[in-house]
């Protein structure tokens, strides 16, 4: 659910009765404030936070938080002044993190460069402009890394065809730095030639992937979209590969 539709359903949720003035367990809440999301918004888990009296609701990748009651409900960040954390960052860190080890990573295109020791894995669309960006720039100056490109086709009906192409080339990699830097598309690929196409593209709803470039590092974090080469530095600097 995107967060503009959280945000209607700040609008609509249903004022009810309170709840005993004794601490509620998140069980209750839950079942409290599901029904008054709507019929087809389904509560992931709900979590007493340390801060403010306040619940954590998790819908899917999405945190919001409600009162006790169950009777408001809030969207947006929550932020410790006293030491400048974004605690709501930091939770949607936590639960989007996966086991790298476990991504199945013969489904991807392997690229190494360098003594290839950074690992990174990155979900790409054949037709993202972000992605081509993204290759044609900062991967492009980043070295002493191995990158798994999992081709993810979620922006029309001919990224399938596009790359499965890629897929059924002879140099895979090869193929796909051709046609996300150079624009050069890859040759036909025989009808017979089997693909990973729908594997990653469950594979990504699995992890939540809504847009594409999604990059996973070796920790099993991620970072939504194309960032530049001194942001993916920072980020292997925190991480002990």
């Known amino acids: 659910m995107s967060m503009s539709k959280l945000g ?26 599901e029904p008054r ?4 918004v389904k509560v992931d888990s ?3 936070t340390p801060y403010a009296g306040l619940y954590e609701v998790r819908i899917g990748t999405d945190i919001l938080y409600t009162d006790k009651t169950a009777t408001y409900l809030f969207s947006g960040h929550v932020f410790n002044l006293v030491t400048s954390t974004d605690l709501t960052k930091e939770r949607l860190d936590e639960i989007n993190r996966i086991k790298f080890s476990d991504l199945p990573l013969d489904k991807a295109i392997k690229t190494v460069k360098g003594d290839g020791k950074r690992v990174i894995a990155v979900f ?5 402009g972000y992605c081509k960006r993204f290759r044609q720039t900062t991967l ?5 890394v191995t990158i798994y490109t999992f081709m993810y086709n979620i ?3 001919d990224s399938f065809v596009k790359s499965k192409n890629i897929w059924c080339s002879l140099d895979r990699s090869q193929a796909w730095d051709d046609w996300m830097i150079r624009n050069k598309p890859a040759a036909p690929a025989s009808a017979n030639c089997v693909t990973p196409n729908d594997e990653v593209l469950e594979l990504g709803r699995k992890l939540g992937v809504n847009g594409t470039p999604a990059i996973f590092f070796a920790d099993g974090s991620r970072v939504p979209g194309a960032i530049d ?4 530095e920072e980020k292997f600097a925190k991480i002990k590969q």
């Open 8 to 33: 209607l359903l700040l609008l609509s949720a249903l004022m009810a009765g309170c709840v005993s003035a004794e601490t509620p367990s998140t069980d209750a809440i839950r079942k409290l404030v």
């Open 140 to 144: 492009k100056d980043t070295d002493n």
């Open 124 to 128: 790409e669309d054949p037709n993202c």
């Open 37 to 40: 999301l709507g019929t087809n």
């Open 229 to 232: 080469s001194k942001m993916l």
């Open 155 to 157: 922006l029309a009906e």
């Open 46 to 48: 709900v979590k007493e």
